[in-house]
């Protein structure tokens, strides 16, 4: 059973900076990607941003674009996701997401079979 454990988040201005860290309870195989979503209350679960083990490959939601930065350390089994320049808008809870083989739509949700926890990150204006 794969587990993914994250941290990170909190209470911050608008316009500061966090770092959200996600790490599996297992190496991710070559295949493998892992991604971040986030949901408020009442909205579905939308696309942050994925990356591919393999190549390193990274992926965003239109609306984080220039501003977060996903990357991924081999060797701790481990996955960031660097928010800079953060707004009130967003305000949510992250979750880690994994899955052992996925090679396309790593903006699905659906395609992600493994979760964190969740962790809170509120931007206040």
């Known amino acids: 059973q794969v587990q993914l454990v994250e941290s990170g988040g909190g209470l911050v201005q608008a316009g500061a900076s966090l770092r959200l860290s996600c790490t599996a309870s297992?190496?991710?195989?070559?295949?493998?990607?892992m991604g971040w979503f986030r949901q408020t209350p009442g909205k579905e679960r939308e696309f942050v941003a994925a990356?591919?083990?393999?190549?390193?490959?990274?992926y965003y939601a239109e609306s984080v674009k220039g501003r977060f930065t996903i990357s991924r350390d081999n060797a701790k089994n481990t996955v960031y996701l660097q928010m800079d320049s953060l707004k009130p808008d967003d305000t949510a809870l992250y979750y880690c997401?994994?899955?052992?083989?996925?090679?396309?739509?790593?903006?699905?949700?659906?395609?992600?079979?493994?979760w964190g926890q969740g962790t809170q990150v509120t931007v206040s204006s």
């Open positions: 997401s994994g899955q052992l083989f996925l090679n396309s739509d790593y903006d699905s949700r659906q395609k992600y079979r493994y």
């Open positions: 297992v190496r991710p195989f070559s295949n493998a990607a």
């Open positions: 990356i591919s083990w393999r190549g390193g490959n990274t």
